[in-house]
């Protein structure tokens, strides 16, 4: 399967300094940014804001601090003196020395899906009969759910959502299939995840939706109980005109 993984972490350290009731602010923020799953292109931004406004900035991949005020370019220029070994160190001892620690605590776990394969009322009168495909509750987001019909991917009449956040970092995902039923076929959501060795398949159930087979079953019970009453009735007709009762 060959589902992109794209990542984004950051750490961020905020200090902050209050002066005063009316407030000066100072903060700093220190980030990581991790964009590969090998260490390669991490990037570490030490942002210095005064008020909220960025002043100040070391790059990792610039490898020297840039001022954006004239604050800020004099603070540059005597911190690029003093303090560009310590920043440069940071990637190293900071960033990558973390990330494999990260790495390992999130990027590497995988939860598969549980799926649920559904029959559900079609929003349009353009087909008779809708499938619903649902995946719950994996990690991380990369999924492909697909449709196939006796084998092959139906493309057409397919409407998926985005993979939806649960807020919990799993994520969930709906696929509808909107089709005209044909005897025999069979028809099988496909979802394929990086937490599965194996494309998983799951079928829909060949014979009548499940709206049909309780009004079948219905039906059924009330033929049974009707059978029954009127076989008490008969044995109870039978027995009193025959004096026993
Ligand atoms: C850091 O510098 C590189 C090279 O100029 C640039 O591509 C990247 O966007 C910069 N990152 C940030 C967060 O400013």
């Keep these: 399967m060959s589902i992109p993984i794209a990542f984004y972490i950051c750490l961020t350290l905020f200090l902050s300094i209050f002066y005063g009731i009316d407030g000066y602010f100072y903060h700093r923020v220190s980030e990581c940014r991790y964009s590969s799953k090998d260490l390669q292109g991490i990037e570490y931004i030490d942002s210095f804001y005064f008020n909220q406004a960025e002043h100040v900035r070391f790059n990792s991949t610039v490898g020297k601090y840039v001022g954006y005020t004239e604050y800020g370019v004099k603070s540059a220029d005597a911190w690029n003196k003093d303090y560009l070994v310590q920043e440069l160190g940071a990637l190293e001892s900071y960033c990558k020395y973390n990330a494999a620690i990260y790495y390992g605590a999130i990027l590497d776990k995988t939860v598969a899906p549980h799926v649920r394969l559904s029959s559900v009322t079609p929003p349009s009168g353009r087909h008779p009969a809708m499938l619903m495909c649902s995946a719950y509750d994996f990690y991380p987001k990369p999924i492909r759910v697909t449709w196939l019909r006796d ?95």
């Design 151 to 245: 084998g092959r991917e139906v493309k057409s009449d397919v409407i998926s959502t985005e993979e939806l956040a649960n807020g919990d970092w799993y994520y969930q995902i709906h696929s509808h299939l909107e089709y005209t039923p044909r005897s025999g076929e069979k028809i099988s959501c496909m979802v394929e995840h990086i937490s599965l060795s194996e494309p998983m398949m799951y079928h829909c159930d060949p014979s009548l939706p499940e709206a049909e087979r309780n009004k079948i079953a219905i039906g059924a019970s009330g033929l049974v109980l009707g059978a029954i009453l009127a076989l008490a009735g008969l044995i109870y007709y039978k027995k009193k005109s025959a004096g026993v009762l």
